[in-house]
């Protein structure tokens, strides 16, 4: 069973960038399309950001477009998120997720494995 692992969150400043990384584990990695979901206190899980299992595909919401970008290196078992431009509304735990369906899934139900995500926190 595939376990994915969240880092690079931390405490920035509005407009500074930073980059998480999604490591997994326990499967061939390139079997599973990959999400970014974020859920700040309060509030539901939304989705951020996917990529398909080849990278050929990507989708993000519309929140982060222009200032959010995914990419994924299936030598490293690894899925990046590289968000620029960060916003204090952008403060939540980010977590990653993977699922065996081949497009680039956006809700919470169709991934069926979840990291325990990282805290990413912008002062503004």
């Known amino acids: 069973q595939v376990q994915p692992v969240e880092s690079g969150g931390g405490l920035v400043q509005s407009g500074d960038s930073l980059r998480l990384s999604c490591v997994a584990s326990?499967?061939?990695?390139?079997?599973?399309?990959v999400g970014w979901f974020r859920q700040a206190p309060g509030k539901e899980r939304e989705f951020v950001a996917g990529?398909?299992?080849?990278?050929?595909?990507?989708n993000s919401a519309d929140s982060v477009k222009g200032r959010f970008t995914i990419s994924r290196d299936n030598a490293k078992n690894t899925v990046y998120l590289q968000m620029n431009t960060l916003k204090p509304e952008g403060s939540a735990v980010y977590c990653c997720?993977?699922?065996?369906?081949?497009?680039?899934?956006?809700?919470?139900?169709?991934?069926?494995?979840w990291g325990r995500g990282t805290q990413v926190t912008v002062s503004s």
């Open positions: 997720a993977m699922t065996i369906i081949v497009c680039v899934a956006t809700t919470v139900p169709e991934y069926g494995f």
């Open positions: 326990g499967d061939t990695f390139s079997r599973y399309a």
């Open positions: 990529i398909s299992r080849s990278g050929g595909s990507t």
